[in-house]
């Protein structure tokens, strides 16, 4: 996509990644977009987006714009769509359903979200345990969330990885 190019994607309605995407050799100009007016849904158990720069590391920036955007088990999502608190929904996403990933699902140098009603990421790491909690994984550009309104409702996990090889857990 060239040194400072952007891979877009654009759809009405739901988008669903049923299997793994991954982008290689990005630069800190690089941009994958994905918008769905909708939803953006990815089952951490079959699907995930990584951006990875020439050294392997993380790359480029992911941006997710939808209504709603998910990284949950089938089990999860149905438990967060019926949720009516912060703190139910926070306890069901804080649990692995069985797909451990120590990058997590979204995987790159930054990641932006522009969510209308929700942005959810589900625990990919090996215990609930906060220090311990995955789904994100983002490096030095970090995670920025742009919102529509206060009752947006944000429950994540992940971490930043940091130039000095440390990370920022939660």
Not at 122 to 148: C, Y
Request: aromatic share 4%; glycine share 14%.
């Amino acid at each position: 996509i060239g040194t400072n190019g952007t891979f877009r994607v654009d759809t009405l309605g739901k988008l669903k990644t049923i299997g793994a995407v991954a982008l290689n050799n990005l630069t800190t100009g690089n941009r994958f977009e994905i918008e769905a007016s909708r939803m953006i849904e990815v089952d951490p158990a079959t699907g995930s987006i990584v951006l990875r720069n020439a050294a392997g590391g993380l790359g480029g920036t992911l941006s997710l714009i939808s209504d709603d955007i998910i990284s949950a088990s089938g089990a999860a999502l149905n438990d967060v769509i019926n949720a009516t608190t912060i703190a139910a929904i926070d306890t069901r996403l804080g649990t692995n359903d069985g797909a451990t990933n120590d990058g997590g699902v979204f995987q790159a140098n930054g990641i932006e979200v522009d969510a209308r009603f929700g942005f959810y990421v589900q625990n990919t790491g090996a215990s609930t345990d906060f220090d311990a909690r995955r789904g994100i994984s983002v490096g030095a550009a970090g995670l920025r969330i742009r919102t529509s309104g206060t009752s947006t409702r944000i429950v994540i996990n992940g971490r930043q990885l940091r130039a000095d090889g440390t990370t920022a857990t939660g």
